[in-house]
Every structure is written in C-alpha cells, then in structure tokens.
C-alpha cells in the first residue's frame, strides 16, 4: 500500500512546524483534549490495554461497516498518541485498519523520541486496535 494517506500527511505536517520536541509534546497534550470521550462503563479492565506504562482504555464498535474508536487515558502525552491514531484509523473498514501503514508515527518522529516503555504502550494500542478489526473483519467473513 503506497499511496499517501491523506490523514497521515495532515498529521506530518502540522507536526513539520515544530523544530523541537518539547514543542511536539505540548502539541501532543493539546490533541488529548480532542480524544473522542470513551463511555465510563468501559473504563475498566477488559478495556484496558495491557503493556502500557499508563493506563489506556480502548473501546471499537462497529457503523455501517466501519470501525470508531473511543479510548481515554490516565496520562496526557498518550492521550494525545491515541488521539492521533484514532484520527488516522476511525472511519475505516476493518480491512482497512488491518492495511494501514502507520508511517506517520516515524514520519513526526514520534518513535525516535518516546522511552522504551512508551513505545512499547503505543505499540500495544496499535495491537488492540488491529485486534479490534480483526475480530470486527471476521464477524464480516
């Protein structure tokens, strides 16, 4: 899958004006605020992503064949990573999350400059969202 996501490029872009990365993190804890706001009832632990240093809730359901995400978190700065990866994969087919090369996240930087333990959070909630998809995509089949 070579072609640009549209999404994705927005995304490298408004992170482009930053020359620091103190500065991608304030922008970063801004976008928490636009995180679409998970239901209470799913702040719990079988919501829960498990291998992140914060706590991380993801929830999926299902419109008209496409995939929305909800999630919340207890840490700012991953509240902004999720916000934008339900940006690139909300409104999606199941197949479609499954397909998406995340590029961005190299492209702004962002792994490059997580710690270890961050990383690997951010890694488990691409995990979760695809194992969303994947179990939307076989309830398709």
């Not at 490298?12 to 500065?23: N, R």
């Not at 009832?41 to 993801?58: A, F, N, P």
């Not at 499954?98 to 190299?106: A, N």
């Amino acid at each position: 899958m070579d072609k640009k996501d549209q999404i994705q490029e927005e995304i490298i872009e408004e992170f482009s004006v930053f020359d620091d990365w103190l500065d991608k993190y304030d922008y970063l804890i801004g976008l928490s605020d636009s995180l679409p706001a998970i239901a209470p009832e799913h702040r719990t632990g079988q919501y829960l992503i498990e291998g992140c240093q914060s706590r991380v809730w993801i929830d999926a359901r299902t419109d008209g064949g496409r995939i929305f995400f909800t999630a919340d978190s207890d840490a700012i700065i991953t509240k902004g990573i999720i916000a934008l990866l339900i940006r690139v994969l909300n409104g999606r087919t199941p197949q479609e999350v499954l397909d998406t090369d995340l590029y961005f996240i190299d492209a702004i930087g962002l792994a490059a400059n997580l710690s270890p333990t961050r990383a690997n959070g951010l890694a488990a909630m691409v995990r979760q969202m695809r194992l969303y998809a994947l179990a939307y995509a076989s309830k398709n089949d």
